[in-house]
């Protein structure tokens, strides 16, 4: 079956460094979306990928779609405190698109 | 537009009990989607409802069920209560099925312990 793969599981930085988070699929996708969940709250949509080698920006945070469309990135740059969250990425399986989530990273900034 | 909304928001049950929980979607939206999180497995996909009928389901016992109505409020009911189902389970909404490139809305969960 597909597989989905997230990482790194954590990642520490101090407050202005860059963070990227990366997501790998077993098999070409139709499209990618990303999520982030402060801690004690709900997974919120931040941008979905659909073509290959797209590039979106928002902010300090840039979004990659692989060229193959089997890889994904999520970069920050120069973190904030407020960008502490974990980040999932969420990707199509099957031929019903059930919406699966990978492991996520969780991001910690020191200030 | 009000948001997603999901009740109870705490429950507290014992091993063997069953529970319902109730999912409000935003307005227009026909799709509802469930999902059970904790600490060590992360968001694990429950089951997807989309115009009152299941399509897709996650791996999960029969013990967990749902269903959706003519409104598009669901509901998801699990039986049996084992320990292992203290959760937090978040209830999604969309437009069409999330992974048909629709983002999902999420509400606030209901933090289910079963002692």
């Known amino acids: 079956g597909q597989q989905v793969m997230q990482i790194p599981q954590y990642q520490h930085v101090q407050e202005g460094e860059d963070f990227t988070t990366y997501c790998n699929s077993s098999t070409t996708l139709s499209n990618i979306q990303w999520y982030k969940q402060r801690p004690g709250g709900h997974p919120v949509f931040l941008i979905q990928?659909?073509?290959?080698?797209e590039v979106k920006k928002q902010k300090r945070l840039t979004f990659q779609f692989g060229e193959a469309k089997k890889n994904s990135s999520l970069h920050i740059t120069a973190t904030q405190t407020t960008d502490v969250g974990t980040y999932f990425c969420a990707l199509p399986v099957g031929s019903n698109y059930k919406l699966t989530f990978g492991k996520g990273t969780l991001l910690t900034v020191n200030p | 537009k009000a948001g997603v909304t999901q009740t109870p928001r705490y429950l507290i049950k014992t091993r063997g009990q069953q529970v319902t929980l109730s999912c409000s979607p935003i307005?227009?939206?026909?799709?509802v989607s469930w999902y059970q999180q904790t600490p060590g497995q992360g968001l694990q996909f429950l089951f997807e409802y989309f115009s009152e009928t299941q399509r897709n389901k996650g791996n999960f016992p029969g013990r967990f069920s749902g269903r959706q109505f003519s409104n598009s409020r669901s509901e998801m009911n699990v039986s049996t209560l084992e320990l292992g189902d203290s959760a937090l389970y978040l209830c999604?909404?969309?437009?069409?099925?999330?992974?048909?490139?629709?983002?999902?809305?999420f509400g606030p969960g209901t933090r289910l312990t079963v002692t």
């Open positions: 999604a909404s969309s437009l069409g099925l999330a992974g048909r490139s629709y983002e999902q809305y």
């Open positions: 990928l659909v073509k290959s080698g």
């Open positions: 307005s227009g939206h026909r799709s």
